[in-house]
């Protein structure tokens, strides 16, 4: 069993930063593949990033980049250059380190509660 649980969401003005963190329980976090996806309102939920072999949406390719800290079980979303496009909530995930298709939310089996981002035109 894993739980996540996001922070570091906010309201920013378009063009600026910010970094979410996701903090996972358990002992083997190093053995989960690790992503986050975000859900805007009426929007299914869509993939942005995954730290397995640094893969990201397109939509935010140059702009954000995912890392993570095994040390910390710690997986991060550093977001820059913000649009209002970005505005939604983003949800961390874990799922297992063999996933066939990175990007598909229905494979990822633990998820945390989400943190709101919210860019201001």
């Known amino acids: 069993q894993v739980q996540l649980v996001e922070s570091g969401g906010g309201l920013v003005q378009a063009g600026g930063s910010l970094r979410l963190s996701c903090v996972a329980s358990g002992r083997t976090f190093s053995t989960y593949a690790m992503g986050w996806f975000r859900q805007a309102p009426g929007k299914e939920r869509e993939f942005v990033a995954a730290?397995?072999?640094?893969d990201y949406a397109d939509s935010v390719k140059g702009r954000f980049t995912i890392s993570r800290d095994n040390a910390k079980n710690t997986v991060y979303l550093q977001m820059n250059s913000l649009k209002p496009e970005d505005t939604a909530v983003y949800y961390c995930?874990?799922?297992?380190?063999?996933?066939?298709?990175?990007?598909?939310?229905?494979?990822?089996?633990?998820w945390g509660q989400g943190t709101q981002v919210t860019v201001s035109s």
């Open positions: 995930a874990a799922g297992p380190s063999t996933l066939a298709s990175i990007n598909n939310p229905r494979l990822y089996d633990y």
């Open positions: 730290v397995r072999r640094s």
